[in-house]
T-cell receptor, first 112, second 113 residues
Framework: EDKVVQSPLSLVVHEGDTVTLNCSYE??????LLWYKQEKKAPTFLFML????IEKKSGRLSSILDKKELFSILNITATQTGDSAVYLC????????????FGAGTILRVKS | DGGITQSPKYLFRKEGQNVTLSCEQN?????MYWYRQDPGQGLRLIYY???????QKGDIAEGYSVSREKKESFPLTVTSAQKNPTAFYLC????????????FGSGTRLTVV
């Protein structure tokens, strides 16, 4: 059974801190790993990772995938209160339906 | 603007009633998905559909039903057989084979009263 485990489950930091969120996975025939940010309603897409060792960056956020060790990290530097959200990690295997399997999420709270 | 519309945003249901959650997309995406989100459990897949008139059960399909009569629409019915339906329901769509993730709707919060 495909599985995604995120850690920590929740995190409280101060503005300006750097945080690292973790995602480990077990999936049959790995195709991609995705990160989403969910503030109140619809998750919004952050990154899709398919290749090991290639960092993806968007502003203060970056992510990298290790397909040998089966994990990914999401880094947020110089955190702001607007970064407070649930961060979801999901993986896709190569099977019918292109389904995503989600982790439980990491709740990040950034205090001013 | 293209996107996914879920309605209603909030729904209250009495025990024993069936209710239907609407999901409509104008992105011309082939695949559509229904997820349920409970606190601390992430998103769990209820049903998904890759083409019109075809759909597959996800991990927690019991007590739910769907239809896919049109490409744009994928309604979810929560039946009285679903023992614990209070949750946040998210609909998503995706273009098959695309190198992008899902597009999500803004969700429906269902509460049993």
């Amino acid at each position: 059974e495909d599985k995604v485990v995120q850690s920590p489950l929740s995190l409280v930091v101060h503005e300006g801190d750097t945080v690292t969120l973790n995602c480990s996975y077990e999936v049959t025939n790995f195709r991609s790993l995705l990160w989403y940010k969910q503030e109140k309603k619809a998750p919004t897409f952050l990154f899709m990772l398919t290749s090991s060792g290639i960092e993806k960056k968007s502003g203060r956020l970056s992510s990298i995938l290790d397909k040998k060790e089966l994990f990914s990290i999401l880094n947020i530097t110089a955190t702001q209160t607007g970064d407070s959200a649930v961060y979801l990690c999901a993986v896709e295997g190569q099977e019918y339906g292109n389904k995503l399997v989600f982790g439980a999420g990491t709740i990040l709270r950034v205090k001013s | 603007d293209g996107g996914i519309t879920q309605s209603p945003k909030y729904l209250f249901r009495k025990e024993g009633q069936n209710v239907t959650l609407s999901c409509e997309q104008n992105l011309n995406h082939d695949a559509m998905y229904w997820y349920r989100q409970d606190p601390g459990q992430g998103l769990r897949l209820i049903y998904y559909s890759q083409i019109v008139n075809d759909f597959q059960k996800g991990d927690i399909a019991e007590g739910y039903s769907v239809s896919r009569e049109k490409k744009e629409s994928f309604p979810l019915t929560v039946t009285s057989a679903q023992k614990n339906p209070t949750a946040f329901y998210l609909c998503a769509s995706r273009e098959l084979g695309a190198s992008a993730g899902y597009t999500f709707g803004s969700g429906t919060r269902l509460t049993v009263v």
